[in-house]
């Protein structure tokens, strides 16, 4: 009688490790006569680096192959 269906004829599976990566976090935001700083993590690549923006644009301050991530807790 109450038959719950499925929202799509075929429903695509999707790993755990698939959803997390599709997603960029960002945190730590911060505002000062520089700029608007905050860092982002891109599951991609495991990196967290810092941005700022300033004048209408986005920059990357973290260089190209590091990350800012801390294992401290």
């Known amino acids: 009688m ?11 599976l ?3 490790a698939q959803a997390v990566a599709a ?3 960002f945190a730590e935001l911060a505002v000062s006569p520089a700029g608007l700083f ?10 967290t680096r810092i941005w700022r923006w300033h004048d209408g ?4 301050l ?3 192959g590091f990350s800012v ?5």
Request: glycine share 2%.
């Open 14 to 16: 999707l790993s755990a």
């Open 23 to 25: 997603g960029t976090d």
């Open 38 to 47: 905050w860092s982002e993590f891109r599951p991609q690549d495991a990196a």
């Open 62 to 64: 973290t260089p190209e």
């Open 2 to 12: 109450n038959e719950t269906h499925a929202s799509s004829p075929s429903p695509d």
């Open 57 to 60: 644009a986005a920059a990357c």
């Open 69 to 73: 991530r801390s294992r401290v807790y």
